[in-house]
């Protein structure tokens, strides 16, 4: 189908309709200079019901539109809710989170829920993971807000081994040539403007309580191995 009327409104396609209505989903190309729906050139599918549009591969359902916008690839392999401005990977309920969840059963080889996994050649300072928040409360509170909060509940007694909510290591599998050090945790916290702040503290550890009724063999506020 080719429609070769170079109108700002033109377009070619087809017409779809059921039952219900007889001219209700379209599949349709832009012209050149026509801008509306996808763009100039564009090629556009359209269902006017609320309802999904599909895409299928060897009989199965591998993509949904759905007919409020979210979008759902492998039904909840990535979930993308347009309502909420969310997305979820594992899942489609994001209620519990602001932007991003990534939810399930940690697995793979390296056992983990997520992983990056960044290689650089860069003689500037790289992260493979940077987080950041910004704190401009409207008013004075006592909240903590934090870039980064970790957590990990143990649900029963069937483990030797040990509860750790942040693990942090360094390697160097250099073969030759120089590294200035290797250190396997830096924290720095540092008043950069012209406010005052009541203090600051490069390293704040609270000791481990026990609030469940349970027994703790041995507290630590801090516990250092020897060398």
Same mark, same amino acid.
């Given at each position: 189908?080719?429609? /070769?009327?170079?109108?700002?409104? =033109?377009?070619?396609?087809?017409?779809?309709?059921?039952?219900?209505?007889?001219?209700?989903?379209?599949?349709?190309?832009?012209? $050149?200079?026509?801008?509306?729906?996808?763009g100039s050139s564009s090629l556009n599918i359209m269902n006017g019901f609320n309802a999904g549009i599909s895409l299928?591969?060897?009989?199965?359902?591998?993509?949904?539109?759905q007919g409020d916008g979210d979008l759902a690839v492998d039904t909840n392999t990535l979930f993308v809710d347009a309502?909420?401005?969310?997305?979820?990977?594992?899942?489609?309920?994001?209620?519990?989170v602001g932007k991003l969840l990534v939810t399930g059963a940690a697995g793979g080889t390296s056992d983990t829920l997520?992983?990056?996994?960044?290689?650089?050649?860069? /003689?500037?300072?790289?992260? =493979?993971?940077? *987080?950041?928040?910004?704190?401009?409360?409207?008013?004075?509170? =006592?909240?903590?807000?934090?870039?980064?909060?970790? %957590?990990?509940?143990?649900?029963?007694?069937?483990?030797?081994?040990?509860?750790?909510?942040?693990?942090?290591?360094?390697? $160097?599998? *250099?073969?030759?040539?120089?590294?200035?050090?290797?250190?396997?945790?830096?924290? %720095?916290?540092?008043?950069?403007? =012209?406010?005052?702040?009541?203090?600051?503290?490069?390293?704040?550890?609270?000791?481990?309580?026990?609030?469940?009724?349970?027994?703790?063999?041995?507290?630590?506020?801090?516990?250092?191995?020897?060398?």
């Amino acid at each position: 189908v080719r429609n /070769t009327n170079a109108g700002s409104s =033109a377009s070619s396609g087809f017409v779809l309709g059921n039952d219900v209505s007889a001219t209700v989903s379209y599949i349709y190309q832009n012209s $050149s200079t026509n801008v509306g729906s996808g763009g100039s050139s564009s090629l556009n599918i359209m269902n006017g019901f609320n309802a999904g549009i599909s895409l299928f591969t060897n009989a199965l359902e591998r993509v949904q539109i759905q007919g409020d916008g979210d979008l759902a690839v492998d039904t909840n392999t990535l979930f993308v809710d347009a309502t909420n401005d969310k997305v979820i990977i594992g899942g489609t309920d994001g209620s519990t989170v602001g932007k991003l969840l990534v939810t399930g059963a940690a697995g793979g080889t390296s056992d983990t829920l997520a992983y990056f996994n960044a290689t650089s050649t860069s /003689t500037v300072s790289q992260s =493979a993971l940077f *987080n950041r928040l910004s704190v401009a409360p409207t008013s004075t509170t =006592a909240a903590q807000y934090a870039a980064s909060w970790n %957590r990990v509940t143990a649900t029963n007694a069937n483990s030797d081994g040990s509860v750790i909510a942040v693990l942090g290591e360094a390697f $160097s599998t *250099n073969a030759a040539g120089n590294l200035g050090s290797i250190i396997g945790g830096q924290f %720095r916290a540092e008043n950069s403007g =012209a406010g005052t702040v009541g203090d600051t503290t490069g390293v704040y550890i609270l000791n481990g309580t026990n609030t469940g009724g349970g027994t703790v063999n041995t507290n630590y506020g801090l516990y250092i191995d020897y060398q």
